[in-house]
Nanobody
Framework: QVQLVESGGGLAQAGGSLRLSCAAS????????MGWYRQQPGKQRELVAT???????NYADSVKGRFTIARDNAKTTVSLQMNSLKPEDTAVYYC???????????WGQGTQVTVSS
C-alpha cells in the first residue's frame, strides 16, 4: 500500500503562485510514476503533470510553461510549483502514484486550489 498526503492548496489571485506538495509513504519501491491531476466541478479528473522515477516529465498543454513538477531524490515527495495562475486553474488537485508492478493507481485526498480574477 501507498499513502499520499497533499498540502499547500489555498486561494491565490490571478497571476499569483502556489506550491503543492505530496508526501508519500508505504511501498514506494513499486512506484514508477508520480503526478498531479485536477478535477473541476462537473468535469472529469484530468492530468496536470507527471514525473517518472527517472525524472522524465509530462505536462498538460494548458499548464506548460507555468507549472513545474519535481520529485526529491528519495522519490517520496512530489511538488507542483504553479505560477501565473489563472481562474481556470481552480480545481481540486490530487496527488497520484502509479505502481507498474501492481498495475494500480494510488490517490491522495485532494487539496482545493482557488484562483480569483
Amino acid at each position: 500500500q501507498v499513502q499520499l498526503v497533499e498540502s499547500g492548496g489555498g486561494l491565490a489571485q490571478a497571476g499569483g503562485s502556489l506550491r503543492l506538495s505530496c508526501a508519500a509513504s508505504g511501498s514506494m519501491f513499486s512506484i514508477s510514476t508520480m503526478g498531479w491531476y485536477r478535477q473541476q466541478p462537473g468535469k472529469q479528473r484530468e492530468l496536470v503533470a507527471t514525473i517518472t522515477s527517472g525524472g522524465g516529465t509530462n505536462y498538460a498543454d494548458s499548464v506548460k510553461g507555468r507549472f513545474t513538477i519535481a520529485r526529491d531524490n528519495a522519490k517520496t515527495t512530489v511538488s507542483l510549483q504553479m505560477n501565473s495562475l489563472k481562474p481556470e486553474d481552480t480545481a481540486v488537485y490530487y496527488c497520484n502514484a502509479y505502481s507498474l508492478l501492481y498495475s494500480r493507481d494510488y490517490w491522495g485526498q485532494g487539496t482545493q486550489v482557488t484562483v480569483s480574477s
